[in-house]
């Protein structure tokens, strides 16, 4: 596969950033607490990445481009997952500072993880039809914990690279944390 022209470099770089700030506003708004894109990369590859040093939530999605069913995912750190269950639970700061260290999950948080990943699939269908009009749409395919070191798994299309965007975010007052995307590489229409 040849590489990416500048053209389709400039889109794959509109397209990480869309999703991107699509997905803050609209958690930060259903959060009630700012969600914000400190910086942002993108790359294309033929292999899914993991998460390092830590565990991750898995928010999978399914992308359908031209037609064809594809798959994708975000990666968050555990504690900004659990952040987000929380606050989508309306729970007080203080609590979710405590909450942030938790291991293991009951069914209340388990659930409200789900909701905010059928969140960010709305959030990356809506991103990617302004982008792509009539060809591509998203949804959420469910949450899935990954160990450090660990791919999400979901199928892959055989010679589709996966278009990997890395974005430092920071949720209200807590520490910056890197949210890792994988959607299917999208070329341009031509």
Not at 122 to 128: I, R, Y
């Given at each position: 596969m040849s590489p990416p022209s500048q053209a389709q470099t400039d889109l794959d770089i509109d397209t990480v950033k869309h999703v991107f700030d699509k997905m803050c506003e609209d958690l930060g708004m259903l959060l009630d607490r700012p969600l914000v894109v400190e910086s942002l990369s993108t790359v294309r590859s033929a292999q899914k990445v993991a998460g390092e040093r830590q565990i991750h939530i898995a928010f999978k999605?399914?992308?359908?481009v031209d037609g064809v069913a594809q798959h994708g995912a975000l990666l968050v750190p555990l504690p900004d997952a659990i952040t987000f269950a929380c606050y989508l639970m309306m729970m007080a700061d203080d609590v979710v500072t405590s909450r942030r260290k938790d291991k293991d999950l009951e069914r209340a948080t388990k659930d409200a993880m789900v909701e905010v990943?059928?969140?960010?699939?709305?959030?990356?269908?809506?991103?990617?039809?302004?982008?792509?009009?009539k060809r591509v749409s998203a949804r959420a395919e469910g949450c899935q914990g990954l160990k450090a070191g660990m791919a999400p798994a979901f199928e892959r299309t055989p010679g589709v690279d996966l278009l990997i965007g890395r974005a430092k975010l920071k949720c209200h007052t807590f520490p910056s944390f890197e949210a890792l995307l994988m959607l299917p590489a999208i070329a341009s229409a031509s």
């Open positions: 999605l399914g992308v359908t990943g059928n969140l960010i699939g709305g959030s990356t269908d809506g991103a990617l039809r302004d982008l792509f009009v």
